[in-house]
């Protein structure tokens, strides 16, 4: 037979009342009653509606994650660290995968208002202007991981994307190469990688070396589009010693097609890419590449989001992790 409320409250000797608000997390109850309720409820298995409680309490205890590509090797380390956290303080996940579809995650955002979740976790491809408007108009409690809007509008946990960028790009004018190619997103789409190309010209800049635009491929993140980069490098007859490629995916693919032409990595041509995913660590060339600590920024943004759901002030609503440049064998020593 299912324990019920009534059961939990005679086990543990008090009201319906006092179970009730220590299922809410009301604060007067005193930690010595909290103890035998918890106690009783353990006991009993006892399982609360989780429907009449959230009708009641206009909380759900759960969290929306909308996230664009379910199939990177990135994205999943994120999901990781947000639901650890969430786990920590007794909250439920909805994720959604919206395949880099905005019409999807338009679809998504008003599904988990629907389902009356209390807060979202909003990883995007583009931040396009209609899916900020649709978020604002859903007035639901929202954290931005990976990226965030230019008007700083949502609280939001990231890298410095431009100045990782930069690094990245000084890093192989350190090495002595002279004409560096780049393989990312547009620099104008309204999302985190494409600040990255104003890293790439920054750094060259500072070096008095001119932005070549026959070396700069505007393409996707996938192992794919860096096939296709590097065959469109050689439609246009161009001649690179290095490479800033966007995400470790596209990096490999790009890898993959410079081999098939016979060009060697890095004894022919340097390559930096992004993200430092499990992959790059096992891939041949070891990919050097940009850490993003995925794994904290999937935990600041949900200790964030659940601050904000709580109505507890955020010491920053703006987070810019570290980054760090790992150096592996894609790039000579």
């Known amino acids: 037979m299912v324990a019920s409320i009534k059961d939990v409250a005679r086990e543990?000797?008090?009201?319906?009342?006092?179970?009730?608000?220590?299922?809410?997390?009301?604060?007067?109850?005193?930690?010595?009653?909290?103890?035998?309720?918890?106690?009783?409820?353990?006991?009993?298995?006892?399982?609360?509606?989780?429907?009449?409680?959230?009708?009641?309490?206009?909380?759900?205890?759960?969290?929306?994650?909308?996230?664009?590509?379910?199939?990177?090797?990135?994205?999943?380390?994120?999901?990781?660290?947000?639901e650890d956290v969430a786990n920590i303080y007794n909250y439920n996940i909805?994720?959604?995968?919206?395949?880099?579809?905005?019409?999807?995650?338009?679809?998504?955002?008003?599904?988990?208002?629907?389902?009356?979740?209390d807060g979202i976790i909003y990883m995007s491809n583009s931040l396009a202007p209609e899916i900020l408007q649709l978020t604002k108009d859903l007035d639901l409690p929202t954290v931005l991981v990976e990226t965030n809007d230019d008007e700083k509008i949502f609280p939001s946990v990231t890298i410095d994307n431009e100045g990782a960028a930069l690094d990245a790009t000084s890093y192989l004018?350190?090495?002595g190469n002279k004409s560096i190619a780049y393989i990312g997103t547009?620099?104008?789409?309204?999302?985190?990688?494409?600040?990255?190309?104003?890293?790439?010209?920054?750094?060259?800049?500072?070096?008095d070396m001119k932005v070549d635009s026959s070396k700069v491929i505007f393409t996707g993140l996938k192992a794919k589009h860096g096939e296709e980069a590097i065959e469109e490098l050689t439609r246009r007859n161009v001649k690179f010693d290095s490479i800033v490629c966007c995400s470790d995916e596209l990096a490999m693919g790009a890898i993959n097609k410079l081999r098939e032409k016979?060009?060697?990595?890095?004894?022919?041509?340097?390559?930096?890419?992004f993200n430092n995913t499990y992959v790059a660590s096992i891939y041949y060339p070891k990919l050097t590449t940009i850490d993003q600590p995925s794994y904290d920024m999937g935990s600041v943004g949900m200790r964030m989001l659940i601050k904000i759901i709580n109505k507890k002030p955020l010491d920053v609503t703006q987070y810019v992790l570290p980054h760090n440049l790992i150096e592996r064998d894609s790039c000579k020593k």
Do not use: W
């Open 186 to 207: 547009h620099y104008e789409v309204k999302n985190a990688s494409a600040k990255r190309y104003l890293g790439y010209k920054a750094a060259l800049e500072e070096a």
């Open 94 to 117: 909805i994720l959604c995968n919206t395949d880099l579809d905005t019409g999807r995650e338009k679809d998504y955002l008003r599904v988990l208002k629907e389902k009356m979740v």
């Open 12 to 82: 543990a000797g008090v009201s319906i009342a006092t179970v009730s608000r220590v299922l809410n997390e009301v604060d007067v109850v005193n930690e010595e009653t909290k103890k035998r309720v918890m106690e009783a409820i353990k006991k009993l298995g006892y399982r609360p509606n989780i429907v009449a409680r959230s009708l009641k309490t206009q909380r759900t205890k759960t969290v929306g994650i909308v996230m664009p590509d379910i199939s990177s090797a990135f994205y999943p380390e994120i999901v990781r660290g947000a």
């Open 262 to 273: 016979g060009i060697k990595v890095p004894e022919d041509v340097d390559v930096v890419s």
């Open 173 to 175: 004018i350190q090495k």
